[in-house]
């Protein structure tokens, strides 16, 4: 999982050679759940790789004004909403960095190359924003695969279903700018099967 991080670096500028709204409710959690010592660091590296797209988008709509940002940027809030619920209601410690910082010097390092990619064209950002959720859906089904807590598969695949829209939508506007996106995590078949879907209610 954590190499996808490393791949996403090592991929940001051969990925630019290629030439929404979620209807999202927070995941609620009732109670306290146990969770072992991984799932909470990842629950923490979720926090912050959702924030990521969060910040992203808002400086990538700073920057161009589009309505894919202005709306998906917003469901990343509720995305990191859904994980602050279960650390808050677990008393696990986290810290939210101001816009555009980091914890973690991998996501660190893949904003401020956003940053500087996002400023070419709008075609670059949007590269960006699926490239952001081709990364966010892959970590996440790695989440899943590796717990066994119901309530903690629940809020990622409620999270995950809101990535998938959130990439139909940056796909569609970037075929609409008469470009391609090449997935760099997703498996084509599974990035064929998400695009060849329709856009889900997430809950």
Same mark, same amino acid.
């Given at each position: 999982?954590? $190499?996808?991080?490393?791949?996403?670096?090592?991929?940001?500028?051969?990925?630019?050679?290629? $030439?929404?709204?979620?209807?999202? %409710?927070?995941?609620?959690?009732?109670?306290?759940?146990?969770?072992?010592?991984?799932?909470?660091?990842?629950?923490?590296?979720?926090?912050?790789?959702?924030?990521?797209?969060?910040?992203?988008?808002?400086?990538?709509?700073?920057?161009? %004004?589009?309505?894919?940002?202005?709306?998906?940027?917003? $469901?990343?809030?509720?995305?990191?909403? %859904?994980?602050?619920?279960?650390?808050?209601?677990? +008393?696990?410690?986290?810290?939210?960095?101001?816009?555009?910082?980091?914890? +973690?010097? +991998?996501?660190?390092?893949?904003?401020?190359?956003?940053?500087?990619?996002?400023?070419?064209?709008?075609?670059?950002?949007?590269?960006?924003?699926?490239?952001?959720?081709?990364?966010?859906?892959?970590?996440?089904?790695?989440?899943?695969?590796?717990?066994?807590?119901?309530? /903690?598969?629940?809020?990622?695949?409620?999270?995950?279903?809101?990535?998938?829209?959130?990439?139909?939508?940056?796909? %569609?506007?970037?075929?609409?700018?008469?470009?391609?996106?090449?997935?760099?995590?997703?498996?084509?078949?599974?990035?064929?099967?998400? /695009?060849?879907?329709?856009?889900?209610?997430?809950?």
């Amino acid at each position: 999982m954590k $190499s996808n991080l490393f791949l996403a670096s090592a991929m940001i500028i051969a990925l630019f050679a290629v $030439s929404c709204d979620d209807n999202e %409710s927070n995941n609620t959690v009732s109670d306290t759940i146990s969770l072992t010592e991984e799932e909470k660091v990842g629950l923490l590296f979720m926090l912050e790789e959702e924030k990521l797209a969060r910040d992203t988008y808002i400086y990538m709509n700073n920057l161009w %004004s589009m309505n894919q940002f202005d709306n998906i940027k917003n $469901s990343e809030q509720t995305h990191m909403n %859904s994980i602050k619920t279960i650390l808050d209601q677990n +008393n696990i410690d986290y810290t939210i960095l101001p816009e555009g910082q980091f914890d +973690n010097e +991998n996501l660190q390092n893949l904003y401020n190359q956003f940053v500087i990619d996002g400023q070419i064209s709008n075609s670059y950002a949007l590269q960006i924003g699926a490239t952001i959720e081709d990364l966010d859906i892959v970590d996440l089904e790695d989440y899943i695969n590796e717990s066994t807590n119901q309530v /903690l598969i629940s809020t990622y695949q409620s999270l995950q279903c809101g990535s998938r829209n959130h990439l139909r939508s940056f796909v %569609s506007a970037i075929n609409n700018n008469e470009s391609i996106y090449i997935p760099q995590f997703l498996t084509i078949e599974e990035y064929e099967n998400i /695009l060849n879907g329709s856009h889900e209610q997430c809950n």
